[in-house]
């Protein structure tokens, strides 16, 4: 059975609370976490210093610029003009919105998948890329396809704040 195919069952009970959660493992994982936060308050204290930003999260910040295509994750953004670092986090981003939506093996691309998806020049990219790596913004792997790139947590953040700025809602 592969992956994709697998569904755990997961009860919580928490004093008279009993939850019972069913389903791939990411949705159960979060559904408990939801759980968990929203009935014990000490995680729910610990929520206020955690990020980690769910599909939901992503699309909602990021529909607006990227797509999901039959040629794989693309930044959709029309006339707008963006940095290179701007559309690079973006391509990183439908990326992982690809790999969270279960459509992809992994959230991370190729330095050829970014330049064929981005069209921008090889140099820059990788220039930024470095940029954005030092800044923590990207982490770097090493795969059987080669060098990775995925956008990280800390850059999820940056970018938003970014392209929100952009649109002017900061």
């Known amino acids: 059975m592969s992956e994709e195919q697998k569904t755990i069952n997961v009860i919580i009970t928490y004093g008279e609370l009993k939850a019972e959660f069913n389903g791939d493992p990411r949705s159960v994982l979060v559904s408990i976490n939801e759980f968990l936060a929203k009935h014990i308050p000490k995680i729910d204290l610990a929520s206020k210093v955690t990020v980690n930003y769910s599909l939901n999260d992503l699309i909602s910040m990021f529909g607006e610029y990227v797509k999901i295509t039959p040629e794989g994750p693309r930044v959709w953004v029309g006339e707008q003009k963006l940095s290179d670092k701007s559309i690079l986090g973006l391509q990183l981003v439908a990326a992982k919105i690809n790999h969270e939506s279960g459509k992809a093996s992994s959230p991370s691309l190729t330095l050829n998948e970014i330049r064929s998806a981005t069209g921008l020049n090889p140099k820059s990219i990788s220039s930024r890329m470095s940029e954005m790596l030092k800044w923590g913004y990207v982490d770097k792997e ?14 999820i953040n940056w970018l938003n704040q970014i392209l929100m700025k952009k649109a002017g809602k900061i």
């Open 142 to 155: 090493v795969s059987e396809e080669g060098v990775c790139y995925k956008i990280t947590t800390q850059g």
